[in-house]
């Protein structure tokens, strides 16, 4: 089955600096990668995903890079802000079609502890 | 509109008693996922239905486990003989396309 690995484990930065989270794949048909962002006793948010038909997307400070041939994809947050403080998760999906729909289990990393500090 | 919804936000239980948690997905969303969150770490993936396709059990972690799907609506996620092992967050999502949105989750503690 799939595996996901994730790095750092825990990641620290000043305010207004940038924060890289990378992860890695194992099952080559895994064809979507969201990343949710969870703050403490909160359900994961979905904050930004890529489809492997594409190699970057980017919404306002926050983009995602996707290198099908290295099995890997990264998350990168620039001008961070103390509220961007959380634990983020990637994920991979080989996700079907039926009926006009899209569906398929996501293996998500073991997480990132983003701090930003003011 | 409304989101994904859970019940109960908690449950305290007692290890060998059955369990079951509620999962409301959000209107016209045919797929619908359990997931399971212990203590620090990541999502395990649990289950999922999408449509009228048979479910794939296979993050079930042992037949103490079972799900089903009323009328491709909302879900019950059934733990028969608790274990303290079992205690996390339950997790339930739904999805149309490729996002899985979440619910607030069910804290499970197994005492």
């Known amino acids: 089955g799939e595996n996901v690995e994730q790095h750092p484990s825990t990641l620290s930065v000043q305010e207004g600096d940038s924060a890289v989270i990378k992860c890695t794949y194992s099952?080559?048909?895994?064809?979507?990668f969201p990343w949710y962002k969870q703050e403490l006793g909160k359900r994961p948010q979905l904050i930004i995903d890529i489809r492997s038909n594409v190699g970057e997307k980017k919404d306002q400070r926050i983009a995602v890079t996707l290198n099908k041939t290295a099995k890997h994809f990264s998350l990168h947050i620039t001008e961070t802000q103390p509220e961007d403080s959380a634990v983020y998760f990637c994920?991979?999906?080989?996700?079907?079609?039926?009926?006009?729909?899209?569906?398929?289990?996501?293996?998500f990393g073991q997480g990132t502890i983003l701090t930003v500090h003011p | 509109g409304a989101g994904v919804s859970q019940s109960p936000s908690n449950k305290v239980t007692e290890k060998g008693k059955d369990v079951e948690l509620r999962c409301d997905p959000i209107s016209g969303h045919t797929a619908l996922y359990w997931y399971r969150q212990s203590l620090g770490q990541g999502l395990e993936f649990l289950i999922y239905?999408?449509?009228?396709?048979?479910?794939?059990k296979s993050g079930l972690p042992s037949d103490r486990f079972s799900a089903e799907r009323t009328g491709g609506s909302v879900s019950t996620l059934t733990i028969q003989r608790t274990q303290q092992e079992d205690s996390a967050v339950y997790l339930c999502?739904?999805?149309?396309?490729?996002?899985?949105?979440f619910g607030p989750g069910t804290r499970l503690t197994v005492t």
């Open positions: 239905f999408q449509g009228n396709s048979a479910p794939d």
């Open positions: 994920a991979a999906s080989r996700t079907g079609n039926a009926g006009g729909t899209s569906y398929g289990k996501l293996t």
């Open positions: 999502a739904s999805s149309f396309r490729y996002e899985q949105y």
């Open positions: 099952d080559s048909a895994s064809n979507y």
